[in-house]
């Protein structure tokens, strides 16, 4: 798989596409969704039917391999598999970034060589056509941190998709995985997202405003999702909902379903990642819309693997900037000097450099544990508190250490900034 990727990476970044002059032609193709202020029907989609049906037996094993020690140390196919992402993501999406901010959307055919990498079947298993004999969730978390030094709102818009499907090999049943994992692994998988967040202030995930009701052939879902990456192309949703007032569960929930739409959301940050939100007016669902039995555990797990894959992205822009702001230091000249020799600035960057490798130890450590099988609880909530407190801060300081330039467009570090203040706020999105 990683020697695959590799190449695919290479034809991405050679230039073929100029000698054959049609490089113009695909950079031209116009970015998706709209841009009006009014709500917009859900995306027609496909019809989704299911095919082959794994046995229990068949399906995706929860637990790797266990060491005795924390070892981060990458195996070769996860090196190769981070070097081709890391390369794709600092070749392809970084020069187009700062478009795509302003553009509210990443460019489609950006997103179509992300899929040709794998971003979004690393959890499928291979009897359905995936490319993972088991799922490993610091595969995820290297795939994510890499992609997120391109841009981490184009890498949410990569990897909402993979979030999904990762879901639905972990708590899908034999219907769920037939019906819907087949799609993701085609030519062309679906937009999908996971909708957990809801525009409400200090909004707690396990005390859910969208209300699921029973009825007597299924669920009646109500309520409003907000900050859902490419909403209006989105295919396919994976709802929380508050069950019957008893607690989170999940649905699953085709965008074409009656009494589902959409309108734009664009935030602070994330803003090539086409956020909206999703208005579910009394829709109604089948009984096997239901993700793992409503299993609260299931739901806290699904919270607690999102938080990780944030805590990943904000790793990865982290890095980015931390590269940036030492060229930066380093050239910039004042008084006869680079500004990196007075004590104050070269300070502040090894302040980065500390903050960046906690959130990015922990993160390691946390996925270290879940491919273990053990409890990862405490590892997510120390990531999730170091990326709230550090990731916005790492942001920040990038952009004083530019001064006034840092308060411009013109370099990046304002936009990694915003996009940093969202990784420790939202929820869901990712299951890594």
Known sequence: MAWGLQAINMLA?????????????????LFTG????????????????????????????????PR???DITPTEEQQMLTESVRDFALARIRPIAREADQQLAAPPELLAQA??????????????GGVVEERSAVTAVLLAEALAQGDLGIAVAALAPAGVATALSLWGDADQQATYLPAFVSDNPPAAAVAVSEPQPLFDPLRLATTATRTADGYTLSGVKSLVPR???????IIAADLDGQG?????????????????????????AATGRVILEDVRVPAGALLGDGDPDVYRELIALGRLGWSALAVGTGQAVLDYVTTYVNERVAFGEPISNRQA???????????????RLVTYRAA????????????????????AKYGMQIGSDGVQLLGGHGYTKEHPVERWYRDLRAAGLIEGVLVL
Not at 13 to 29: C, F, H, M, N, P
Not at 115 to 128: D, K, S, T, W
Not at 345 to 359: H, N, R, S, T
């Open 68 to 70: 005795e020690l924390f």
């Open 345 to 359: 600035v070269a300070f502040k960057v090894a302040d980065i450099a500390i903050e960046l490798d906690a959130i």
């Open 34 to 65: 709209s841009r009006q202020s009014v709500r917009a029907a859900g995306a027609a989609g496909r019809a989704f039917q299911a095919t082959t049906r794994l046995t229990a037996a068949q399906r995706q094993p929860r637990a790797s391999r």
């Open 13 to 29: 970044s050679s230039d073929l596409l100029d000698r054959l002059g049609v490089r113009g032609t695909a950079e031209k193709i």
């Open 368 to 387: 270290g544990l879940v491919d273990a099988g053990e409890d990862f609880s405490k590892e997510v909530a120390l990531a999730r508190t170091l990326t």
């Open 115 to 128: 899929n040709e990498l794998g971003v979004a079947i690393v959890g499928v298993p291979e009897a359905l």
């Open 231 to 237: 909403a209006a192309e989105d295919e396919l949703f």
């Open 248 to 272: 989170p569960a999940l649905f699953i929930v085709e965008s074409k379903t009656p009494g589902l739409s959409v309108s734009p959301e664009p935030a602070m940050g994330l803003r090539a």
